[in-house]
Structures are given as C-alpha cells and as structure tokens.
C-alpha cells in the first residue's frame, strides 16, 4: 500500500485529475446510463494532450534517462484514451482502435513488468504506469457494457 502512495505522489497534479474525471464520467455514462459526453469527449482530450504531445514532460522519469519510453508509452495511452471516445460516441467500427491499443498497452505491460527488477527503473515509476494502464483498461471495458 506504501508503494502505490508513494507511486501516486509521482503523477501529475492535472493528470491525477483528469484521470479521476474520465474515470467517473465513463462511470455515469456506461454504467449508471446518464446521458451526456461532452464531459467525456472534454476530459479524454485534455488526457490525450498530457499523455503524447506532453508526455516528455508528465511521464518521465525523476533521473535523466531515455526520453524514448516517456514518448512511446504516451502515444500507446492516448491511443487508448481514443479509442474510448471512439466507442463514447457511437462512431462506426470502434473494435479495431480499441483493439490496437489493448495490444500495444499489453506491450507495455510486458515492457514494465520485464524491467521492474531494473536499477534504472524505481519502483515508483513503474507502479505509477501501472496505475494509469489500469484506469485507461478500466475505462475501456466499462464503455464496453
């Protein structure tokens, strides 16, 4: 449990937020069946601006490392974040995009979970990512329903 706070205190203030409203706006939408996406199609925007044009900025690492994984992982988690909206509002073969970017993010999960044990990698990173793919699958399979 120490782990995933101290994991938590690495994400960014904004994307906490975003994360949290895309979260609950799926929730009501998928789930609870209230109407409305504008809130979604608003928050899943700003998520896709944090995590590939900025995702040198908000995904990289505390040391001075590659700046590959940050911009690799950030284009994989906006393309999930599309693939929401693509299903959220109703556009015609949603399948293909939501399944491109489950393989890729069940990429990155192979990526992260083989460098886990690295000295470059501390844990709080990659918990952190951790956390963001599970929000981002969650938010997929719940507009699924």
Do not use: C, Q
């Not at 960014?12 to 504008?38: P, Y």
């Amino acid at each position: 449990m120490k782990e995933i706070i101290s994991a938590l205190k690495t994400i960014n203030t904004w994307e906490k937020v975003f994360l949290v409203l895309i979260f609950f706006s799926v929730l009501l939408k998928h789930v609870f069946h209230v109407t409305g996406t504008v809130d979604i199609v608003v928050f899943g925007m700003m998520l896709g601006i944090i995590y590939f044009p900025l995702g040198i900025y908000f995904l990289r690492m505390p040391t001075k490392a590659s700046i590959i994984f940050p911009i690799i992982s950030g284009f994989v988690y906006a393309m999930g974040i599309v693939s929401m909206l693509y299903k959220t509002l109703n556009l015609a073969e949603y399948e293909l995009p939501m399944l491109i970017s489950g393989i890729l993010l069940l990429g990155v999960i192979i990526f992260l979970f083989l460098k886990y044990k690295s000295p470059f990698y501390p844990p709080n990173y990659l918990i952190s990512h951790f956390l963001r793919i599970g929000i981002i699958i969650s938010v997929n399979l719940m507009t699924l329903l």
